[in-house]
């Protein structure tokens, strides 16, 4: 990496390293912060109606505060973004939404509006079934019922302030998938744990500002000579994964992430912009059109199918599934994922990991071992091809 | 009043009710008769009254709980990478699909699959699953799940969605449902509806005629059978039967003492155990949301049918937040003369229990209403810790024998 990429990480480093103090200081001067537990939360909606947007992640150090409210089977996101509430640290937030997406995150929001104190709590049905027609009209009515809900907190939203934000988070969006693309023509130019840095800061702090600093990044990195990459190259997926060590460690075991699926990465920008005069339709349509959580039905729409062809664009040598532990959608897609990458010659590993939990000195040793052989397998093959 | 425990009679009818009910869908399997597999709160009327032959994958995974063979199908699921963590029914049924076994050698392959989404999101993705492995259509209904009332909009979206299945299934079936016979079947449902639901109510009376661990049995033909008028006949016999019962104080437990409500599965897997547990501190089990699920009222006088429909799918206990499922325990326990609510804490079923540690503060704490939490799973056997179940459950009714005394 050269000195002027690492120039240009440090304000993203920065926010990561205290991940709430940006969002707690625009509170304290005033700003009404709205805090959001997934992706299928419409930002541009919060950022319309004066808000500053911020994800709620599981940044706890136990769960023992929660507990006693949500059961050890619920996942690890559920239980220490409960904690974390619990334990005041969220107390700046001015309002709370939660979208509907799984079984655990539909009665969180319930347990949460009943022990969390203060703020507007908000629920919005996002529709299960993405594709179709009565869905996108379904949708349309609950953003409008949640819109005229915000105008609670600083007045009326109007069509233009919407749309004005739905074209940031467009611009935004567009910014990090050339980010992505940057990094897959020459993975050696970023790390992929500064890439999650990256993308975990554009959850934390103002778009506005996360914007202007990524389009220096990209410039940068789209003129960068061609950096050597180590290898193998891994391809990474699951649910989300709140921690930068993670990538980290994987990168330690000597592979580069190229590409991923994940919530907290290129999942939450493969939003494509909708030509639509109507501002709520057109977040209708672009959050039931984007690719889906596991927790969603998109009738032709195979996750196996699209790990593969994904993994190969990438050009990845293999995949590593990072499986929150108890993620029931996920779960379920996971034999179709591996069974499409085996019978394509894709190696992969499954890892269970706790959000909240650094990587365990196994983790590290199963990626280490996972990389070994992938480099055997891969530097196999190439003498085959040089013979 | 004491005395030994008597045996329904009309169970002998449910059995063989049952037995006619999976050996004519076997039959069925080498016909032009179309089979859909089913979730327990789908529209099963549309089938009826296409002439479908509908197929319950969770009436059969309680089957191999019961029949205590579900834990052995739950190792094949995860012996091809389904997670010990998932639902067990699930588990159950990928196991007998994969190993195409299981009682009876498995279930009659589907000719479509038909998912509603109101009971839980795991459905969502065991019919995914499904629907992969048997390249069906997989026809999917929406059920937004409700944390406050059901808005205008969230009734009609189901609605549409409604009409579109009307047109999927008859085009699949390739003869359209004709409104009269699902209108028909709609009137048989919501008699059948009201029946069990005033069977139910029966176990209002001290002592209650029925237990709840009664009421889990026979609910199969209230799930399965709802729009036929076999369902109808069997339970007015159960009823017949039950207001005998009340008429001459036959208990279902001896000298009831107590009586307790029930929420969530039950486990399958120790029916007769737990049932002989609270028995022996004579408890009754006098109410459960889990049998009274299949009581959400139909309105066969409704101008519109099929906005009635999404209204009574929409709003089942299980889609609705916790500020309802705690009038409805409220209500259930004030209508049964209640003295505690055991919670099962289905470890397979986040959608009905992940909540329930917040039920049961807010029962205890702001009602003063005695309450037990059981960990267990509804299937998987592996997870169950018989001994602390019975010391918790001892505990429970010694502390529910103090209050009384």
């Known amino acids: 990496m050269t000195p002027q990429t690492a120039a240009l990480l440090e304000p993203f480093e920065a926010v990561c390293a205290d991940p709430y103090a940006t969002a707690r200081a625009a509170a304290d001067g005033g700003r009404k912060v709205a805090g959001y537990l997934c992706t299928y939360s419409p930002e541009e909606l919060l950022h319309a109606a004066g808000c500053l947007p911020v994800r709620i992640f599981g940044y706890s150090d136990g769960t023992q505060r929660a507990d006693g409210l949500l059961q050890a089977y619920a996942c690890s996101l559920a239980r220490a973004a409960l904690d974390l509430a619990l334990s005041g640290q969220l107390d700046f937030l001015s309002l709370t939404v939660f979208p509907h997406t799984c079984d655990t995150v539909q009665n969180l929001a319930d347990v949460w509006r009943r022990n969390v104190r203060g703020g507007l709590h908000v629920t919005l049905a996002t529709p299960v079934n993405v594709e179709s027609d009565h869905a996108v009209r379904f949708y349309r009515a609950e953003l409008e019922r949640v819109r005229d809900l915000l105008a609670a907190v600083n007045g009326p939203i109007g069509d233009d302030d919407l749309a004005a934000s739905i074209a940031l988070h467009n611009k935004h969006r567009a910014a990090m998938r050339r980010l992505y693309a940057a990094r897959r023509a020459n993975p050696g130019v970023l790390s992929g744990r500064d890439l999650l840095t990256v993308v975990l800061s554009s959850f934390l702090m103002p778009k506005e500002d996360h914007l202007g600093l990524l389009l220096e990044l990209d410039s940068a990195l789209e003129s960068a000579p061609a950096a050597p990459a180590p290898s193998p190259k891994v391809f990474v997926a699951g649910a989300l994964c709140q921690n930068a060590d993670y990538i980290g460690a994987i990168e ?105 939990v650094a990587p365990a000195a196994q983790f590290h040793t199963r990626v280490a071992a996972f990389a070994e052989m992938v480099e055997a397998l891969h530097g196999g093959a190439n003498e085959r091809a040089t013979s | 009043m004491s005395g030994e425990r008597v045996p329904i009679k009309t169970a002998q009818k449910l059995v063989q009710l049952m037995m006619e009910y999976y050996m004519g869908a076997k039959a069925a399997e080498s016909t032009d008769r179309k089979i859909a597999w089913i979730t327990s709160g789908a529209p099963v009327e549309l089938l009826h009254a296409a002439g479908v032959i509908p197929i319950y994958p969770e009436n059969y995974g309680a089957l191999c709980g019961a029949q205590k063979t579900a834990v052995e199908l739950c190792e094949v699921a995860e012996s091809h990478g389904f997670s010990r963590d998932i639902c067990s029914y699930a588990r159950t049924g990928f196991g007998s699909m994969l190993s195409e076994g299981g009682p009876m050698g498995g279930l009659p392959k589907p000719d479509f699959l038909l998912c509603c989404n109101n009971i839980c ?159 022996q501190h004579k408890a009754c089990l006098a109410a459960a949301t889990y049998a009274s699920a299949w009581a959400q009222p139909i309105d066969p006088d409704a101008d519109d049918m099929l906005r009635e429909m999404a209204r009574s799918y929409l709003t089942v206990y299980i889609n609705c937040g916790l500020e309802q499922r705690v009038q409805t325990l409220r209500r259930m326990a004030d209508k049964f003369f209640l003295d505690g609510l055991v919670l099962h804490s289905d470890r397979s079923c986040k959608a009905y229990s992940l909540g329930q540690y917040e039920l049961a503060r807010t029962l205890r704490d702001e009602m003063d209403f005695p309450v037990l939490v059981l960990e267990a799973d509804m299937n998987d056997s592996r997870v169950y810790a018989d001994e602390q179940i019975k010391s918790r459950i001892d505990a429970f009714m010694e502390m529910l024998a103090a209050r009384k005394a």
């Not at chain 1, 009738?299 to 994904?310: E, N, Q, W």
Request: contains cysteine; hydrophobic residues 45%; proline residues 6%.
């Open chain 1, 252 to 356: 330690d075991a000597g592979c580069v992430v190229v590409d991923d699926d994940l919530c907290t990465g290129s999942r939450a920008f493969a939003v494509e912009e909708q030509a639509c005069d109507d501002p709520l339709e057109a977040l209708a349509r672009m959050y039931l059109s984007r690719r889906p959580c596991a927790s969603k039905h998109r009738p032709a729409y195979s996750f196996g199918r699209d790990v593969l062809s994904r993994a190969r664009q990438a050009q990845a040598d293999g995949v590593i599934f990072l499986f929150t532990k108890f993620c029931d959608p996920w779960a379920f897609d996971y034999p179709d994922m591996r069974k499409a990458l085996e019978e394509a010659g894709v190696p992969s590993l499954l890892v269970e990991i706790e959000q909240h």
């Open chain 2, 121 to 279: 999101g795991t459905v969502t993705k065991w019919y995914q699953v499904l629907q992969r492995y048997y390249d069906v259509p997989l026809l999917y209904l929406d059920a937004p799940f409700l944390h406050g009332e059901a808005t205008p909009e969230a009734i009609e979206y189901v609605r549409a969605q409604i009409v579109d299945l009307i047109d999927q299934i008859g085009g699949i079936t390739g003869t359209p449902i004709e409104q009269d016979e699902l209108y028909e079947r709609l009137q048989l449902a919501a008699k059948a509806i009201f029946i069990w639901g005033d069977l139910l109510d029966l176990m209002a009376h001290k002592p209650a005629p029925m237990n709840s661990f009664d009421t889990f049995i026979h609910i199969a033909p209230i799930v399965v059978m709802r729009g036929e008028q076999r369902c109808i006949d069997y339970y007015e016999a159960l009823t017949a039967e039950m207001k005998e019962r009340v008429a001459s104080g036959v208990a279902a437990v001896p000298g009831e003492q107590f009586r307790l409500g029930w929420d969530n599965l039950p486990v399958w897997f120790r029916m007769g155990a737990l049932s002989k547990r609270f028995a």
